[in-house]
């Protein structure tokens, strides 16, 4: 089998289209080398090594070695220098490389082949001393840190150390003989820590980077990433053995890494940074401050380092041709790697490169008007879940700021919360509700646990393309990086800055749009939405088949749901409106009551005001579906549970404390969700049932005869388990109707339906379809059901659950499709059965949520029902479901 493909030295064995195999990174250096880009020479050993690797209890493949010496040899021909060879060496890098980018997962080992003998050919090949042995002691570094597992702090002492003695401040100031010294006390700290010297052969050195490549496919790190992403185990890296370039030989040596557009707002600009003498680490790791590429990202930026437009014009433009050349190929915006050695420019990687969502939106858009892609291609390049983020709050202009620093725009959003110093202790102190803003002076792998857990992130060092910023971007999460002027000290558990000096624990708030970072708590606002949005979501529109219609009650929500483009309302929870303060207390009378008599009194008081609330919901529904669920919480929700409150309700009602105390008690139970709800109270309290289909048809009445609108209600009936329940109640709606509509002649339409939240209910479909006209999956109660997991205390153990992988997500959150979704399947089936056209739709939780939403496609749903801030997702998701 063939395990290694070839690239650079004009053609190459691979293409884009070998992500699976080849990764990535190793991919799109295939595809760059034939498109005649300049690529370092170099190949790549395919993912299914790492499998076999694996699969064989850690040994490679028959064949592999041969082939590894053989493309070796290319590279060496191509380059015309020589593996281990004293007097022209060939150095590599060892990357590692997914199907997908995992950012800062994986270990890279630059600089390998070099050693006591080959160091000498680099100090003459480059003619700098200093240089060559420099890249030595960064290579043992690397090479310690990440193939011999060495902490990092080992290496850095002995650096510290010596220039303490030597009385040098910047890494710049040692010569040649200083870092000759540094590599002795390096090679101590690798022989202490391994009881072996540092590794001399070449060869030896590669195969111990391809196995640590291959071991990082299963370190934690790794394993933490993969999850967050639900990336698959059995995918494995492919590992990229590529010759060196240099951005450190000199001051017409530099590295960067850029967009191809404007990866936080999509503007159509080309934006990166690079640093002059310097190797790509030293940009991704943030300790030295970036340059812009463009004088327009520098002034941008208010930095007043020249850009490399000014300092390198001629690599500028060559750089600025091959982004169009890869824009155009790739039919997407890019994120590329570069190196100049002496002048010449290198390519080093180019992939699709992570954006904000704001940014996603604007390019899908652009590129669909540039006719670079079609519109339907458009709807499916934006991620519907991270639609999120530009309905993430702002500052509000008007607030008051008290600005303490400010750092980069590293993504977008406004966040305040507890100033946090460690990953761990966000991750602490996020599990007891509380906001945290991460602050770290940079951030690394380490840190993503934290940086989930966390509101937002602060960093003082470091620029866009930090690990900060570019993980906080992926997460959505707001972040401000490389503010330089905060101090930032662990050990005192402080942040300094202009004169304050915070805790851990007191509030500040970050504008990741505006790179601000603010004392105390900022108030913020919604977003408005730019014409890109409204063009994409049209888009969208035109390719979706299933409805989205919103969960909601208020006038409010209703009105932001329209807003969002939602076309009816699918789940009216009316016991929302039983808490309002006008009628709490009639509710309250209602169930205190002895007996029918005084209920029916007390649910007179309520029916004009539930009328109101239908009359208002109706009028901003324009006619739009209406599903309005009858009553589905125990009553002794609506009861008082404080004595103080019990003492309130009973002088306010003029009744007895004990009698209030007493149907406390006596209403409590002790597994309410499974209790007396849903419509097991209309069975047992007719009357309550019957007041609210009286204020829906003489709101539906109202409405028509005001405004012309047809009124359609559906009224859904909840948590039903047979057949019979529905007959009954049923009956009572429709002799409710009856009576309230003879008694003006308005001829109102409507629907009776029922939720299917019980797996009872879902096997019972066909039968249930009899007098159901439309069916509703209640997912969070047929999750709940189904599972035998309280919606309410699964929060205690699910965390264990997921990270043991017994459940792949939180079933709450995305739809358990082989266990919930087969009772989804099997009621949709039996229903349609019944009666063929019955109506279909989910308004559960899952409604607003894409992969569940694909699956309600499958099934074939005719609409999801989803809560209003997700209903453009759903919109976007419902689309890309058909797609
Ligand atoms: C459901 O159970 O899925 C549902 C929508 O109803 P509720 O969340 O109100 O129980
Ligand atoms: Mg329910």
Redesign the pocket.
């Known amino acids: 089998r063939k395990w290694v493909y070839g690239f650079g030295a004009g053609g190459s064995d691979g293409t884009a289209k070998m992500k699976n195999l080849l990764g990535g990174k190793g991919a799109n250096l295939a595809e760059m080398s034939s498109l005649g880009l300049p690529v370092p020479p170099g190949f790549t050993i395919t993912t299914e090594v790492c499998t076999e690797f694996y699969k064989n209890g850690r040994n490679y493949p028959a064949g592999l070695e041969d082939q590894v010496k053989a493309g070796l040899t290319k590279v060496e021909d191509a380059i015309g220098a020589r593996f281990g060879d004293a007097s022209n060496p060939l150095l590599v890098s060892v990357r590692s490389g997914a199907r997908v980018s995992m950012p800062g997962m994986m270990d890279t080992v630059l600089n390998l082949g070099l050693n006591d003998e080959t160091v000498k050919g680099l100090e003459a090949r480059s003619g700098d001393a200093r240089f060559a042995y420099d890249s030595y002691r960064r290579f043992i570094q690397m090479y310690g840190n990440v193939v011999l597992n060495i902490d990092h702090h080992e290496f850095e002492e002995v650096l510290e150390t010596h220039k303490r003695d030597a009385d040098l401040h910047l890494d710049t100031d040692l010569k040649a003989d200083d870092w000759k010294d540094v590599i002795k006390g390096y090679k101590k700290v690798v022989e202490h820590e391994t009881g072996k010297p540092f590794p001399q052969d070449p060869h030896a050195q590669l195969w111990g980077a391809i196995g640590a490549v291959f071991e990082s496919w299963l370190n934690p790190r790794a394993n933490t990433y993969r999850r967050l992403h639900s990336i698959p185990e059995d995918w494995g890296t492919a590992v990229t053995v590529q010759s060196m370039v240099f951005g450190n030989m000199g001051e017409d040596c530099a590295t960067g890494v850029a967009f191809t557009r404007n990866p936080s707002t999509g503007e159509n600009a080309f934006y990166g940074e690079y640093l002059i003498n310097a190797q790509g680490e030293d940009v991704v790791a943030g300790i030295r401050t970036p340059q812009h590429l463009t004088i327009k990202g520098k002034e941008a930026n208010g930095s007043n380092l020249p850009a490399m437009e000014e300092t390198m014009p001629g690599v500028f433009k060559q750089l600025d041709e091959v982004r169009l050349n890869l824009e155009s190929h790739y039919r997407d915006m890019q994120d590329i790697e570069f190196t100049v050695q002496q002048g010449k420019l290198y390519m080093l990687q180019t992939r699709s490169g992570k954006r904000t969502a704001a940014a996603a939106l604007k390019i899908a858009v652009d590129m669909a008007t540039e006719k670079l892609i079609d519109e339907t291609e458009a709807v499916r390049r934006v991620d519907a879940a991270a639609l999120d983020q530009l309905l993430h709050p702002t500052i509000d202009p008007k607030a008051k700021k008290d600005i303490l620093a400010k750092g980069l725009p590293a993504s977008p959003g406004a966040a305040a919360g507890k100033i946090v110093f460690a990953a761990d202790e966000a991750e602490r102190r996020a599990g007891q509700n509380e906001k945290v803003i991460l602050c770290r002076i940079e951030t690394s792998p380490e840190d993503i646990h934290g940086m989930h857990a966390a509101q937002g992130i602060l960093t003082t060092r470091g620029g866009m393309t930090s690990h900060a910023a570019v993980v906080a971007r992926g997460m959505g999460r707001p972040c401000v990086s490389g503010a330089g002027d905060i101090r930032i000290d662990y050990k005192a558990q402080t942040l300094t800055v202009r004169g304050h000096t915070l805790k851990a624990g007191d509030l500040i708030t970050l504008d990741g749009s505006t790179g601000e970072v603010m004392l105390g708590e900022v108030p913020t606002r919604q977003p408005e939405l730019s014409g890109d949005f409204g063009t994409l979501m049209g888009w969208a529109d035109k390719l979706r088949r299933m409805k989205v219609r919103a969960n909601a009650e208020t006038p409010l929500d209703a009105e932001t749901a329209r807003k969002f483009g939602a076309e009816g309302i699918g ?1 009216c ?1 009316t016991e929302h409106m039983f808490f309002d303060a006008d009628r709490i207390l009639a509710v309250r009378e209602m169930i205190l009551s002895e007996d029918e008599q005084g209920r029916r009194a007390a649910l007179a008081k309520i029916e004009p005001m539930q009328r109101r609330d239908f009359v208002e919901l109706f009028k901003i529904m324009k006619g739009l579906p209406v599903t309005i669920r009858l009553l ?1 919480p125990p009553l002794h929700e609506f009861l008082p549970h404080g004595e103080r409150e019990i003492t309130d309700v009973a002088t306010s009602l003029k009744i007895d404390e004990a009698r209030v105390r007493d149907r406390v008690k006596s209403l409590s139970e002790s597994n309410p969700m499974l209790g007396h709800r849903g419509c097991r109270l209309g069975i047992s309290y007719p009357e309550i049932y019957e007041m609210q289909v009286v204020a829906i048809f003489s709101a539906a009445v109202e409405v028509k005869k005001e405004t012309g609108d047809t009124v359609v209600p559906e009224i859904m009936i ?1 948590l039903v388990g047979t057949r019979k329940e529905l007959d009954i109640l049923k009956a009572i709606i429709d002799r409710v109707a009856t009576e309230t509509t003879h008694q003006d002649g308005t001829r109102i339409e409507y629907q009776v339906g029922t ?1 299917i ?1 019980l797996p009872r209910a879902a096997l019972r479909a066909g039968s249930i379809a009899e007098s159901a006209e439309f069916f509703s999956f ?5 999750t709940q059901t189904t599972f035998g997991l309280s919606r309410d205390d699964a929060a205690m153990f699910l965390p264990t659950y997921l990270r043991q992988g017994i459940y792949e997500n939180d079933p709450f959150v995305t739809l358990d499709q082989s266990g919930v979704g087969e009772l989804v399947k099997i009621a949709a089936e039996r229903g349609r059965a019944t009666r063929p056209d019955i109506k279909l739709g989910i ?3 899952h409604g607003g949520d894409p992969a569940s939403i694909k699956f309600c496609e499958t099934v074939g749903l005719d609409y999801v029902s989803c809560s209003p801030y997700r209903v453009p997702i759903a919109r976007l998701a419902a689309a890309q479901a058909v797609l």
């Open positions: 789940l929870r589905d909840p939720m939240e209640g997912t969070n109660d047929l308004c559960g939780e």
